[in-house]
Nanobody
Framework: QVQLVESGGGLVQAGGSLRLSCAAS????????MGWYRQAPGKQRDLVAT???????NYADSVKGRFTISRDNAKNTVYLRMNSLQPEDTAVYYC??????????????????WGQGTQVTVSS
């Protein structure tokens, strides 16, 4: 079993900051890409940012220059630092990880896991 546990969401005023964390635990051989997605009410789930195991990052245009994704491979944890938050950033934020697990036959397989989501609300 693998779990992704998120923390750090909440209510903040426009212009404020928050930091989200997501820790992966369980039967993990290695973790490839990790990332954050968000879903506002009535909208689809969209990419916010991703980071590879080597540290390469990718951001949605709407958050470039304001959000920073990072990871601690030793802790199997990914972070999202969010600065200059705006009301349009209000959404449920989901952590995603592509986790490699080793099966009983010795082969490795990559699986896609999601956290439970954490609410971020930015008031104007």
């Amino acid at each position: 079993q693998v779990q992704l546990v998120e923390s750090g969401g909440g209510l903040v005023q426009a212009g404020g900051s928050l930091r989200l964390s997501c820790a992966a635990s369980g039967s993990i051989f290695s973790i490839n890409a990790m990332g954050w997605y968000r879903q506002a009410p009535g909208k689809q789930r969209d990419l916010v940012a991703t980071v590879t195991s080597g540290g390469s990052t990718n951001y949605a245009d709407s958050v470039k220059g304001r959000f920073t994704i990072s990871r601690d491979n030793a802790k199997n944890t990914v972070y999202l630092r969010m600065n200059s938050l705006q009301p349009e950033d209000t959404a449920v934020y989901y952590c995603n990880a592509r986790i490699v697990r080793r099966s009983s036959n010795g082969r490795s397989y990559e699986y896609d896991y999601w956290g439970q989501g954490t609410q971020v609300t930015v008031s104007s």
